[in-house]
């Protein structure tokens, strides 16, 4: 019991030596929008997974919710 004790400590202990993972902006695979990945990254000396890449999506209206919509942006369906 004392052992599995000892070994349950031990791994939260490297878990918290893993910083925050700190995500870039989100890269859209082709054109302005739609889906795309970005990349996170954390520091620790322990960590065993310092990078990833994860999926993600820019809405293509995100330039009317902002109020962008005007010359050069074309309204595309």
Do not use: M
Request: charged letters at 20%; hydrophobic letters at 25%; aromatic letters at 10%.
């Amino acid at each position: 019991l004392l052992h599995r004790l000892w070994v349950l400590t031990t791994s939260l202990a490297k878990k918290s030596d893993c910083g925050e993972w700190q995500w870039s902006v989100c890269v859209p695979t082709s054109g302005d929008c739609g889906l795309g990945t970005r990349e996170g990254t954390r520091t620790g000396a322990e960590c065993k997974q310092t990078t990833k890449t994860q999926k993600c999506k820019i809405p293509c209206n995100w330039k009317k919710q902002f109020g962008v919509w005007g010359a050069g942006y074309p309204c595309v369906h």
